[in-house]
């Protein structure tokens, strides 16, 4: 998704965003278990930096491909305030717009533990360890 880890770190830091889905799974589980590798990179964002977010990713080559906005529904449950999908061509970034100032909110919402996870710019967090390392989760 980017030429080096140091790039993304820098990308995580500025914007106080943070890498969750299939990537931030697929670097917990060991590599000799994991059969997949990640199709996107799923980054996460409060909605007060994602004009910071949106002018980083376009710095490096990425435009955006579509934008919707997450209707809550009849519960208002949901702390996702839209989705921004932004492709280069060989790659595609899904950026998840949290409708509160913490980026991490809706990663809490996922259908299952196992994708509670996330990468900050200087940290990997685990909210399920137990179970997720192996290979376990619980439905949400």
């Known amino acids: 998704f980017f030429r080096d880890v140091a ?3 820098s990308i ?4 106080d965003a943070v890498v969750s889905g299939s990537c931030a799974l697929h670097v917990l589980l060991p590599a000799n278990e994991t059969s ?3 199709s996107d990179l799923d980054l996460y964002v409060s909605y007060r930096h994602l004009a910071c977010l949106s002018v980083l990713l376009e710095h490096k080559g990425y435009a955006i491909v579509c934008q919707r906005t997450v209707d809550a529904g009849p519960y208002g449950s949901s702390s996702i305030h839209a989705v921004v999908s932004f492709a280069n061509g060989c790659h595609s970034i899904d950026v998840i717009v949290s409708s509160t100032v913490a980026a991490v909110s809706p990663i809490f ?4 533990t ?6 900050s710019a200087d940290h990997i967090y685990c909210a399920y ?3 997720t390392l192996q290979e376990m989760s619980l439905v949400n």
């Not at 995580?12 to 914007?15: E, F, G, W």
């Not at 196992?114 to 990468?119: G, K, L, Q, V, Y």
């Open 109 to 112: 919402e996922f259908h299952s």
């Open 7 to 9: 790039t993304l770190k």
């Open 12 to 15: 995580l830091h500025s914007c």
């Open 129 to 131: 360890p137990s179970l």
């Open 36 to 38: 997949w590798l990640p």
């Open 114 to 119: 196992a994708m509670m996870n996330f990468i």
